[in-house]
């Protein structure tokens, strides 16, 4: 099974001039950990997490100062990507050997969705035992 298979592909996104505002109310409104930074032509250039963005909070104290800064600076810049035909359990090994709880999908360059560790959980566990529920 790949990550064309598994990823969510209808996400939020942020550019690089969102706000950390923008951030916070897309994670709210669709409940998403995390949101992949995008240049204009749809390549991933950032990603920026809720604890991206509490971390800097602890070290501001005060979010509402932050709130007009672009996200995108508290985020992981050029972020671990992986293709849409890259395995399930590649994808997931990737992911926890580097920490990350989002993986940008990618075709051509482009993103094409993401995927949450637990995504790739589920799958592989649909994946072994496809007869249960």
Known sequence: M???????????????????????DKMDIYQFPALVVVDEDMAPVSV??????????????????????????YGTQEPTVAAADTEIGEAFHRMLSSGLTILPVTDEGRLFGIVLRVDLMQAMLLDSHPNEP
């Open 2 to 24: 790949t990550l064309r298979e598994v990823l969510h592909a209808h996400i939020p996104t942020l550019t690089r001039e969102s706000t950390v505002r923008d951030a916070v």
């Open 48 to 73: 920026v997490t809720e604890g991206d963005l509490c971390r800097a909070v602890a070290s501001r104290d005060s979010l509402t100062s932050m709130s007009r800064e672009p996200a995108y600076i």
